[in-house]
């Protein structure tokens, strides 16, 4: 399966305790959690583009499966990280010793 395309988000899981482990403040998480974001993939083989647009925020990471990179969080921190494939429609990445799953399902990610 191919991640290409655009999707907007359509469920967040554990969205708030998420955010506070990242170290975003209450007031934006409380801003940012009825926004939905706009995820565009472009996938070549194991290299992904991602780029997330979540109201004025836009951030751009680019991964190869199983190497590790450096992802921007949302608060602007630079991370690294390894992103693995689970199946053929589930990213899974350790971030700061917390696990984030995107999973696409035909034409909708949950994060």
Excluded: R, W
Excluded at 4 to 28: H, I, R, W
């Amino acid at each position: 399966m191919s991640f290409t395309g655009k999707y907007e988000l359509q469920s967040q899981e554990n969205f708030e305790p998420f955010m506070k482990a990242l170290g975003l403040p209450d007031d934006q998480i409380q801003k940012g959690k009825d926004i939905k974001s706009i995820s565009e993939i472009v996938q070549d083989g194991k290299k992904f583009k991602v780029t997330v647009t979540t109201g004025s925020k836009v951030l751009h990471n680019e991964f190869t499966i199983g190497e590790e990179c450096e992802m921007e969080m949302l608060t602007g921190e630079k991370v690294k990280a390894i992103v693995q494939l689970e199946g053929n429609n589930k990213l899974v990445a350790n971030l700061k010793g917390m696990k984030s799953v995107t999973e696409l399902n035909g034409d909708i990610i949950t994060h």
